[in-house]
Every structure is written in C-alpha cells, then in structure tokens.
C-alpha cells in the first residue's frame, strides 16, 4: 500500500484521471441527450445507474486484466486474411451503435418528428429500461476504450480503479449541468451531435484497423469540436448583444 501512495503513484493518478474525464467527453454528451428524453423525476437515477454501471463495467475490465491482456489482441478470426481482434469487434458494433443514434437523433431534429412516434400510450416503464439499457450498452464500448487508456499509462489495478472511479463521479456531476446547456440551445445540440457522429466513425474506423493499418488521433476531434464550440458561444455572445 506505500508504493501506492508514492509520488509516481499520484502523478499516474492524477494524469489518468484528466485523461478519463477528457476521454469521457463525447460518453457525457451522449448520455445527456439520451437523458433528456425522460421525465425530470426519472433523469437524476438513470444519471445514477450511468455512473455505477461506468464505474462497475470499467473495474470489472480492470480486474480481468491479465484476461484482457491475453486475449483483448488476440486474433478471433480472419475476413479475407485480415485478422480481427475482440477490441476490434467491440469498436465496430459500438461504432455503428453510436452512428445509428446520432443520425436517427439528427434526422428527428431536422425533421421534426418522434422516433417513437406521438403514442402517448407507450409504456414510460419501458422507455426508462430502453433508454438505461442504451446507455449501458454505449459506455460498455467507452469503457473498453477508456481501460486500454489505464492499461497503457499506470501499471498498479488500484491506481486505475480509483482514477476510474473519480472521474465518472466527477462526469456524474457535471452531466446535468452539461444536459441542461445544450438543451436551451438548440444548435448546440446540432453540434454535439455531430462531434458524436465524428466520434462513432472514428470508433467503426478503428474496428475495421486490420485492413488499413492507419489509426484516426482522437485529439483532432476535440480540437475541432473545442474550436466549433468556441465559435458557436461567440455567436451566441454576439445574438445578445444585437438583441440589446
């Protein structure tokens, strides 16, 4: 326990959770416009449920580390000689998930209309399960993504856990802060759900990595989705001032 309480221990800490955060971004933004479809009264447990399934998901990933290591690279098949991965796998099904989302999300915004249509009648029972059952299922993916992040940057299991565990409660916290700034503004809910449409190609195209070997740097994707934000709240500062 002393070497975990060690200067290089903390300094790891630290780093992997400002990492897990800024990693966590485009999971926080999905999760929102996801939650903003219920009820108030519904919203805050299934920020609850998010938080402890993240948290649960990531530290079960971390426990079967030596499982991961061995088989999270280890070829499960070929496609025309081209060897596929679990990660791989993983990153595929997730990224088509993302993208159907986003568009379906995109298409009812632009169009106006209901995914479910305007039947009052639908069980909100269910809609709660389905959208908590969407949820887990996407930050299922992020987790993957978000233990081989740990994996390459602390070599201690209980400096990752605990980075893992501060950094989904600190997105606990500021999810509905952040869900409630972009539903007042509507074409910044535009934008953050193309930054997410970016996010779920990047994800497919990292799944299909055997057959051209590239890899897309996730930081270009939040430097511009950083600089179109900065843009879109200029534009913003600027309506005001012309209102007044």
Not at 59 to 84: D, E, H, M, Q, R
């Amino acid at each position: 326990m002393t070497s975990l309480f060690s200067v290089a221990s903390l300094v790891s800490l630290f780093t992997l959770t400002v990492l897990e955060i800024v990693l966590g971004i485009d999971n926080v933004i999905f999760v929102s416009i996801l939650i903003g479809r219920l009820e108030p009264r519904q919203q805050l447990q299934a920020r609850r449920t998010w938080m402890l399934a993240g948290i649960l998901i990531r530290s079960l990933l971390l426990f079967g580390l030596g499982w991961l290591v061995t088989n999270g690279n280890k070829s499960l098949f070929a496609i025309f000689g081209y060897p596929f991965t679990l990660r791989n796998l993983i990153m595929l099904a997730g990224g088509l998930f993302l993208l159907y989302k986003t568009v379906k999300e995109i298409h009812e915004k632009v169009s106006g209309e209901s995914s479910e249509g305007e039947m009052v009648t639908e069980s909100k029972a269910t809609s709660f399960t389905g959208i908590v059952t969407q949820i887990v299922l996407v930050d299922t993916v992020f987790s993957f993504d978000s233990v081989i992040t740990a994996v390459g940057l602390a070599r201690q299991v209980a400096v990752m856990i605990t980075a893992v565990i501060i950094a989904m409660i600190i997105m606990f916290f500021f999810s509905r802060k952040i869900a409630d700034y972009i539903d007042k503004r509507p074409t910044l809910k535009m934008l953050a759900l193309s930054f997410l449409l970016m996010v779920g190609f990047s994800l497919f195209f990292e799944g299909l990595e055997p057959l051209h070997h590239t890899h897309i740097d996730k930081g270009y994707i939040y430097f511009s989705m950083a600089f179109a934000f900065a843009v879109e709240l200029l534009n913003t500062k600027a309506k005001k001032k012309a209102r007044h």
